[in-house]
C-alpha cells in the first residue's frame, strides 16, 4: 500500500542474541544489537513501524 508495509515491532526483552536476529528477520525489520547477553531494551519500543526499521537492542549479561 501506500507508504510501505507496516509490521509489528517484536518485543526482544528477555531473549538471547541470537533469538533477537531470529524474531527481527521474522519480522522483516532491522536490528542493532549494543552489548552481549539478554536484551533488556529497545528503541523503539514494540509496536507498529514501517518495514525495514531499524530497531536498536541493549543486551546485558545475565539479563540485567
Known amino acids: 500500500g501506500e507508504g510501505g508495509d507496516w509490521i509489528a515491532v517484536p518485543t526482544f526483552s528477555g531473549m538471547s542474541l541470537g533469538q533477537a536476529v531470529r524474531a527481527a528477520r521474522t519480522a522483516g525489520i532491522e536490528m542493532v544489537p549494543e552489548g552481549s547477553g539478554v536484551a533488556v ?4 519500543a514494540a509496536a507498529r513501524a514501517p518495514r525495514g526499521t531499524v530497531v536498536r537492542v541493549s543486551f546485558r549479561p545475565g539479563g540485567g
Not at 41 to 44: C, E, L, R, V, Y
Open 41 to 44: 531494551a529497545q528503541t523503539p
